[in-house]
């Protein structure tokens, strides 16, 4: 019983960081339909980035989202503008799968030949350190960790809700040809959508830095994993991806605990699997005609 | 649909035999003409991965179901073999196991059915996450499955006996014959009625449904002809490579290869697979030869993959296609207006779904049917 308890706290603390993860690929997807494979690449290039702002510069990762997420949006922006907003076809779906997939492969590789692959990590001082909270411990890197991802998570929701470019994203994700009608700039709109979305990446990869050894092939771990994620709470519905982070991270740490760490990471497809059986179009997914 | 491709509806004709018996003829000569053990290992995975887009091309071309999940059935085929050899003590390692292929193929195509029958309740991009996500379940079996797939460690299969002179030859035409079936098979379909359910569903599905196509039969017989053929391309590469590792058995990039070479050459189309698989495959040799041994391998890569997709869009057949029917058109309407005598065509029913939605996708039709 205190094994299992012990494992729901973590899940509940890593599921924060999928979700901040997921929520910025899911936003993507509501914006313009792009199902981002190149999410998780985004994420380990800032953990890189944390990694060399941490040992050259002593900057603490947490800070260092100062500086990423800007970064991040940045590079989001731009990448939407060369590589996606092309596509403006018939298929443009399609071609935007392997378009972030090529992305994704091209952030692999930018990062192989600039840090080599063998494993990072990022030590800091209180890397080791925990809280003993009514005899459960709490690592304090995954406490701040999951603070952090909720704090974001509410100034997302915040720029989506209060703020005109907010209302803007809004309401392309409800009706793009309307949105346009009334006077929004769609490619605006899907370009500074996309660097939001991939802006999510910047602090959930400090994060990631700070937990797990990573390496410039680790995305494809963690692309398997946000999709799973994407899909449960359904495509483009950004509470139901906080929701679904959470689930899924408290079902495989339980997973975990019960039965083994090497299977832990299937209980992700598991749960996917018995969503799609029940419900194809996740948790909070709408039936959009031909979508779904 | 053009009025010339629905008269042609007689299964075998004269020009499609032609094209393949030359087809034919060209890859039993190429590995004899150029037989330098370089040359015919490359003209092997261009083979390979030409039946393997052709392949994908059924699902994910014609049937518009990106499947991204491909790689996997090619690990399940590769395992497949290495298991086998391993169990039995029939199977000696000569030619044997290619016979033993298309056990391989008929299995995963079987186990491809319920896992079809799931995934396939979604569509298009969500249709891609869950095939995607099917790759890592298959991936994250090989490594954790120790038992059947030695996991990291790999599993081996005995080394062929065949002459070293001669070597690579023994897989080339395992893979030659297996794209000649691939293509034999969308021949086949794209002909007959199956075809142009396939095509309904890409256009739109509930319409297709709505007008009695058993949209869910057709779509799981093509996902399952589809990856039995990727089964058995597995199967032949892990015969040839000797070893299977999980994470070359199980490789996002293969999936991620076949498909760029279907877009390349041009979806839906039945040479366009191979046309794109004769340009990348090379390609990519060359870069790994050049680039491989530092990391600018994946750069270079992902480079020339953005300047396709970017460059053409619509594939290299579609495109040279299309521009024909363009001045065809052009030309018949100069022509028209010179004679001012209206046109004489006759009036030929049409197939009413595949108008339905996409325009461009039927302008390209004419050259689809080829």
Same mark, same amino acid.
């Given at each position: 019983?205190?094994?299992?308890?012990?494992?729901?706290?973590?899940?509940?603390?890593?599921?924060?960081?999928?979700?901040?993860?997921?929520?910025?690929?899911?936003?993507?997807?509501?914006?313009?339909?792009?199902?981002?494979?190149?999410?998780?690449?985004?994420?380990?290039?800032?953990?890189?980035?944390?990694? #060399?702002?941490?040992?050259?510069?002593?900057?603490?990762?947490?800070?260092?989202?100062?500086?990423?997420?800007?970064?991040?949006?940045?590079?989001?922006?731009?990448?939407?503008?060369?590589?996606?907003?092309?596509?403006?076809?018939?298929?443009?779906?399609?071609?935007?799968?392997?378009? #972030?997939?090529?992305?994704?492969?091209?952030?692999?590789?930018?990062?192989?030949?600039?840090?080599?692959? #063998?494993?990072?990590?990022?030590?800091?001082?209180?890397?080791?350190?925990?809280?003993?909270?009514?005899?459960?411990?709490?690592?304090?890197?995954?406490?701040?960790?999951?603070?952090?991802?909720?704090?974001?998570?509410?100034?997302?929701?915040?720029?989506?809700?209060?703020?005109?470019?907010?209302?803007?994203?809004?309401?392309?994700?409800?009706?793009?040809?309307?949105?346009?009608? /009334?006077?929004?700039?769609?490619?605006?709109?899907?370009?500074?959508?996309?660097?939001?979305?991939?802006? #999510?990446?910047?602090?959930?990869?400090?994060?990631?830095? /700070?937990?797990?050894?990573?390496?410039?092939?680790?995305?494809?771990? /963690?692309?398997?994993?946000?999709?799973?994620?994407?899909?449960?709470?359904?495509?483009?519905?950004?509470?139901?991806?906080?929701?679904?982070?959470?689930?899924?991270?408290?079902?495989?740490?339980?997973?975990?605990?019960?039965?083994?760490?090497?299977?832990?990471?299937?209980?992700?497809?598991?749960? /996917?699997?018995?969503?799609?059986?029940?419900?194809?179009?996740?948790?909070?997914?709408?039936?959009?005609?031909?979508?779904? | 649909?053009?009025?010339?491709?629905?008269?042609?509806?007689?299964?075998?004709?004269?020009?499609?035999?032609?094209?393949?018996?030359?087809?034919?003829?060209?890859?039993?000569?190429?590995?004899?003409?150029?037989?330098?053990?370089?040359?015919?290992?490359?003209?092997?995975?261009?083979?390979?991965?030409?039946?393997?887009?052709?392949?994908?091309?059924?699902?994910?071309?014609?049937?518009?179901?990106?499947?991204?999940?491909?790689?996997?059935?090619?690990?399940?085929?590769?395992?497949?073999?290495?298991?086998?050899?391993?169990?039995?003590?029939?199977?000696?390692?000569?030619?044997?196991?290619?016979?033993?292929?298309?056990?391989?193929?008929?299995?995963?195509?079987?186990?491809?059915?319920?896992?079809?029958?799931?995934?396939?309740?979604?569509?298009?991009?969500?249709?891609?996450?869950?095939?995607?996500?099917?790759?890592?379940?298959?991936?994250?079996?090989?490594?954790?499955?120790?038992?059947?797939?030695?996991?990291?460690?790999?599993?081996?299969?005995?080394?062929?006996?065949?002459?070293?002179?001669?070597?690579?030859?023994?897989?080339?035409?395992?893979?030659?014959?297996?794209?000649?079936?691939?293509?034999?098979?969308?021949?086949?379909?794209?002909?007959?009625?199956?075809?142009?359910?396939?095509?309904?569903?890409?256009?739109?599905?509930?319409?297709?449904?709505?007008?009695?196509?058993?949209?869910?039969?057709?779509?799981?017989?093509?996902?399952?002809?589809?990856?039995?053929?990727?089964?058995?391309?597995?199967?032949?590469?892990?015969?040839?490579?000797?070893?299977?590792?999980?994470?070359?058995?199980?490789?996002?990039?293969?999936?991620?290869?076949?498909?760029?070479?279907?877009?390349?050459?041009?979806?839906?189309?039945?040479?366009?697979?191979?046309?794109?698989?004769?340009?990348?495959?090379?390609?990519?040799?060359?870069?790994?030869?050049?680039?491989?041994?530092?990391?600018?391998?994946?750069?270079?890569?992902?480079?020339?993959?953005?300047?396709?997709?970017?460059?053409?869009?619509?594939?290299?057949?579609?495109?040279?296609?299309?521009?024909?029917?363009?001045?065809?058109?052009?030309?018949?309407?100069?022509?028209?207006?010179?004679?001012?005598?209206?046109?004489?065509?006759?009036?030929?029913?049409?197939?009413?779904?595949?108008?339905?939605?996409?325009?461009?996708?039927?302008?390209?039709?004419?050259?689809?049917?080829?």
């Amino acid at each position: 019983m205190h094994a299992l308890i012990q494992g729901l706290i973590l899940g509940v603390l890593t599921g924060g960081v999928y979700a901040l993860m997921a929520s910025g690929q899911t936003l993507i997807f509501g914006i313009m339909k792009v199902v981002n494979l190149a999410q998780g690449a985004f994420v380990i290039a800032s953990a890189y980035l944390a990694f #060399t702002l941490f040992t050259r510069f002593g900057i603490d990762p947490f800070l260092a989202v100062l500086i990423t997420t800007p970064l991040m949006f940045c590079i989001g922006a731009a990448g939407q503008w060369l590589f996606l907003r092309p596509l403006r076809r018939e298929n443009a779906a399609e071609l935007s799968l392997l378009v #972030t997939f090529a992305l994704a492969l091209l952030i692999e590789g930018i990062l192989s030949v600039t840090y080599s692959t #063998t494993y990072r990590s990022i030590n800091t001082g209180y890397a080791n350190k925990s809280f003993e909270v009514a005899g459960y411990t709490v690592s304090a890197v995954r406490l701040y960790g999951f603070l952090l991802s909720i704090a974001l998570l509410g100034l997302l929701y915040g720029v989506l809700q209060k703020t005109r470019f907010g209302r803007a994203i809004r309401a392309t994700v409800q009706n793009p040809q309307s949105a346009a009608l /009334l006077g929004v700039d769609a490619t605006r709109v899907q370009a500074y959508g996309f660097g939001l979305g991939i802006s #999510t990446a910047a602090a959930s990869g400090s994060i990631f830095g /700070l937990l797990y050894p990573f390496q410039s092939g680790s995305h494809y771990d /963690l692309i398997s994993r946000l999709l799973s994620v994407v899909v449960l709470g359904g495509l483009g519905s950004i509470g139901g991806a906080v929701l679904a982070g959470i689930a899924i991270g408290v079902v495989s740490s339980v997973a975990a605990v019960l039965w083994s760490p090497t299977w832990s990471e299937m209980s992700f497809f598991v749960v /996917l699997l018995l969503v799609l059986l029940v419900r194809p179009q996740g948790m909070f997914g709408r039936v959009e005609r031909g979508a779904v | 649909m053009t009025t010339a491709s629905m008269h042609q509806s007689r299964l075998v004709t004269p020009a499609g035999l032609t094209r393949a018996s030359a087809f034919t003829a060209l890859l039993v000569a190429l590995p004899l003409v150029f037989n330098a053990h370089w040359m015919v290992n490359l003209l092997f995975f261009t083979v390979l991965y030409a039946a393997m887009s052709v392949a994908w091309n059924l699902i994910g071309g014609y049937a518009g179901y990106p499947s991204l999940g491909h790689a996997a059935f090619f690990g399940l085929g590769a395992y497949g073999v290495s298991l086998v050899f391993t169990g039995s003590q029939v199977l000696s390692n000569g030619y044997e196991p290619f016979l033993l292929l298309p056990l391989v193929g008929l299995g995963a195509g079987l186990i491809a059915l319920p896992i079809g029958l799931i995934a396939m309740r979604t569509r298009a991009d969500v249709f891609a996450i869950v095939t995607i996500t099917l790759l890592f379940v298959a991936q994250t079996l090989a490594f954790n499955l120790k038992g059947l797939t030695g996991g990291a460690q790999g599993a081996s299969v005995a080394p062929p006996p065949f002459r070293l002179e001669i070597f690579e030859q023994p897989f080339y035409f395992a893979a030659a014959a297996l794209l000649l079936l691939a293509m034999g098979l969308t021949y086949l379909a794209v002909r007959t009625k199956i075809g142009l359910a396939l095509t309904a569903i890409r256009a739109d599905e509930d319409k297709a449904r709505g007008i009695g196509i058993r949209t869910t039969a057709v779509k799981l017989m093509a996902f399952s002809v589809s990856v039995g053929l990727v089964a058995m391309a597995g199967g032949i590469w892990a015969y040839y490579v000797g070893f299977v590792y999980p994470q070359f058995a199980v490789d996002p990039l293969l999936t991620i290869a076949i498909v760029l070479m279907t877009f390349l050459g041009g979806r839906a189309t039945l040479w366009g697979p191979v046309l794109g698989a004769a340009i990348l495959m090379p390609a990519q040799q060359l870069l790994a030869y050049y680039v491989g041994g530092s990391r600018l391998y994946l750069i270079a890569y992902a480079a020339i993959f953005l300047l396709i997709i970017l460059l053409l869009p619509r594939g290299v057949l579609p495109t040279v296609f299309h521009r024909r029917r363009l001045s065809a058109l052009a030309a018949t309407a100069s022509q028209a207006e010179a004679q001012a005598v209206p046109s004489t065509g006759p009036e030929v029913l049409r197939p009413p779904t595949v108008m339905a939605s996409e325009p461009s996708y039927v302008q390209t039709s004419a050259g689809e049917r080829r």
